[in-house]
């Protein structure tokens, strides 16, 4: 217990914050990211403070952390002078270093805040690493858990994002995520502290700033208490949340036969199809999920459609193999009643295998192997071509489907041919063998064993690009709107 009482609402707050949460060690250091901005400001000055000598963690010692992102030129420059002098200043060590963020976004093709998300967290953990920190404190607060929670939402994100950020996330601590932004601006004025605005904090382009100044202040004229209900339902969702990964934890031992170590992390699991397919389809997900998490060391969390197409391959009846791949070089493997989850599975030697990629709708996808890219689009009813409209030319191929009927197929996936397919060509009621199918069609020998074949979550084929569509999916003069499939070849 502290010498002399926090009489300080904040600070007071704080504390008993990280003593519910169990945030900090007992003892040994802990990294402070810091931007120069009032939340990292006063996060630092707040465990400056309960982290004194006559303080309540007074064995905990601090450590600056700044990454200059290298965005907004002369600013970013001035914002990691200020960090470096307010360390000086407060007798603290310091690190600051600069990563060209729209560089590492350009070549990850990812969003500006993704990358800059990636490459802050990658640096706050290399920091930790070179000083043995037990813990990394970051300055995230109760207004931008509302802001996480409405971009999740608008994201479709399943109870898991809708749990919002938790307080302690393996070694990242958040102290203030109990305290509004007010707090922290009235804390700041209290103690005479300076600090950095950033300018792209009002910047439109950002979804996070579009949800900050417009969308919240919009549904806050229909709930004042908006931002109140938003932290409430987390805490509801984060306790169910933690009772779900309780039953993943039970089902693991049945589900999962084997790890595979690579270094630090997890390089594949091996598991057992009968048992998976046993657990309820909320455990199945999460089981999945956390297997992304893990394989990825902890950079990717799987999205539904892809945790849908992974689970539709663990239910489809397969002869022989099938190799689904997953963002970040992961993939998933299936032979028979096992599976494969892991980093390039196609490297297991002597296994007979077919492969099975996703392609998002709208979006994109090319198989692995073959010359083509096939492309989804969405086309408005009112520029819709006539029922069946077939068309193909010599540079791209296209098809034209009901989306609607489609959506019973979702997620599609990309894959050549395998012995036994059958197929529903345009206006028949019955399958036939794809083989005669694709002779009718008077589709080259050579050609046949390399189309990128469209074909539903369960397994059934719904185009043989550039030439049939399945009757299944076909326009029809009800048909509102059209899923365009082009075909083209990839340039060098």
């Given at each position: 217990m502290p010498k002399h009482p926090i009489r300080d609402t904040l600070l007071a707050a704080v504390q008993k914050f990280i003593e519910e949460h169990h945030l900090l060690p007992q003892s040994g250091t802990v990294v402070v990211g810091v931007s120069g901005g009032p939340d990292s400001v006063c996060l630092l000055h707040a465990l400056k403070t309960l982290c004194a000598p006559e303080g309540p963690f007074p064995l905990v010692m601090l450590h600056v952390a700044h990454l200059n992102h290298l965005l907004r030129g002369e600013e970013s420059q001035a914002d990691a002078a200020f960090v470096a002098d307010l360390a000086a200043q407060w007798s603290l060590p310091c690190t600051i270093e600069q990563v060209d963020v729209a560089a590492q976004a350009k070549t990850a093709r990812q969003s500006i805040e993704e990358a800059a998300r990636a490459a802050r967290y990658a640096f706050l953990r290399q920091v930790a690493a070179e000083i043995g920190a037990e813990r990394i404190a970051v300055a995230h607060h109760a207004d931008d858990q509302a802001e996480t929670l409405v971009m999740h939402w608008l994201r479709g994100s399943g109870m898991a994002g809708l749990a919002g950020m938790h307080p302690l996330e393996k070694e990242v601590i958040r102290p203030l995520l109990a305290v509004r932004r007010d707090e922290i601006l009235a804390y700041c004025a209290r103690h005479h502290l300076a600090f950095r605005e950033d300018s792209s904090n009002q910047d439109p382009r950002f979804l996070r700033n579009r949800i900050r100044h417009v969308l919240l202040p919009t549904l806050e004229q229909y709930n004042p208490n908006l931002r109140e209900t938003l932290l409430r339902q987390a805490e509801i969702f984060a306790e169910e949340e933690r009772y779900l990964q309780v039953q993943v934890a039970a089902a693991w031992p049945q589900v999962i036969i084997a790890q595979e170590k690579a270094g630090p992390g997890v390089a594949r699991v091996e598991g057992d199809v009968a048992a998976y397919r046993r657990l309820p389809l909320a455990i199945r997900r999460r089981l999945l999920r956390d297997l992304g998490l893990m394989v990825s060391g902890g950079e990717v969390s799987l999205e539904l459609r892809h945790i849908t197409a992974i689970d539709a391959l663990l239910h489809r009846g397969v002869a022989g193999g099938w190799l689904l791949h997953l963002p970040r070089g992961m993939q998933v493997l299936r032979i028979q009643q096992r599976f494969k989850f892991g980093r390039l599975l196609a490297q297991i030697p002597a296994v007979q295998m077919m492969e099975s990629v996703v392609l998002p709708v709208p979006g994109e996808a090319c198989l692995p192997g073959t010359r083509w890219l096939v492309r989804a689009q969405i086309l408005d009813g009112a520029s819709t071509p006539s029922p069946g409209y077939e068309h193909t030319d010599a540079e791209s191929r296209w098809g034209y489907m009901d989306l609607e009927a489609v959506q019973n197929y979702l997620p599609l996936a990309l894959r050549t041919r395998r012995a036994g397919d059958r197929f529903r060509p345009l206006g028949m009621t019955q399958e036939k063998k794809?083989?005669?199918?694709?002779?009718?069609?008077?589709?080259?020998?050579?050609?046949?064993?390399?189309?990128?074949?469209?074909?539903?979550?369960?397994?059934?084929?719904?185009?043989?690009?550039?030439?049939?569509?399945?009757?299944?999916?076909?326009?029809?003069?009800?048909?509102?709107?059209?899923?365009?499939?082009?075909?083209?070849?990839?340039?060098?």
């Open positions: 794809l083989q005669d199918v694709l002779v009718d069609a008077k589709i080259p020998r050579t050609e046949r064993g390399m189309l990128p074949l469209v074909c539903g979550a369960d397994g059934t084929l719904l185009w043989v690009p550039g030439y049939l569509v399945s009757d299944l999916v076909k326009l029809t003069p009800t048909t509102r709107r059209v899923l365009v499939l082009e075909m083209r070849p990839v340039r060098g």
